[in-house]
């Protein structure tokens, strides 16, 4: 069973813009999804995943200092989605993108761990 999806990714030329979303699905979230901290990951060709945004519950946003200002995360929970709204793209923003939903340590009670999804390819040119 398939519990994160995302989509959005694309081509795109350096400066433009595309907006990525993270589709939770499943039993586990449709009770759930308030309890978990959702982030994008990210990973580039030879590099290592790296974590790009993060947003809580609460929620509270946070970001790596090579997206600030460009990207903004935020989340709906009606729908169950977080989205990654990016803009000002550049040549090293190219990689494929993961969201991942990790639960919240004041949730003690929940006992399984989290989810990632199998990830958007996102290529921005030169």
């Known amino acids: 069973q398939v519990q994160l999806v995302e989509s959005g990714g694309g081509l795109v030329q350096a400066g433009g813009s595309l907006r990525l979303a993270c589709v939770a699905s499943?039993?586990?979230?449709?009770?759930?999804?308030?309890?978990?901290?959702i982030n994008w990951y990210r990973q580039g060709p030879g590099k290592a995943r790296e974590l790009v945004a993060s947003?809580?519950?609460?929620?509270?946003?946070a970001y790596a200092d090579s997206v600030k200002g460009r990207f903004t995360i935020s989340r709906d929970h009606p729908t169950k989605t977080v989205s990654l709204q990016m803009n000002s793209l550049k040549p090293e923003d190219t990689a494929t993108y993961y969201c991942n939903a990790e639960p919240e340590s004041w949730a003690s009670w929940y006992r399984s761990g989290g989810s990632w999804g199998q990830g958007t390819q996102v290529t921005v040119s030169s």
């Open positions: 947003i809580t519950s609460v929620p509270v946003a």
């Open positions: 499943g039993s586990t979230f449709d009770s759930f999804f308030s309890i978990f901290t």
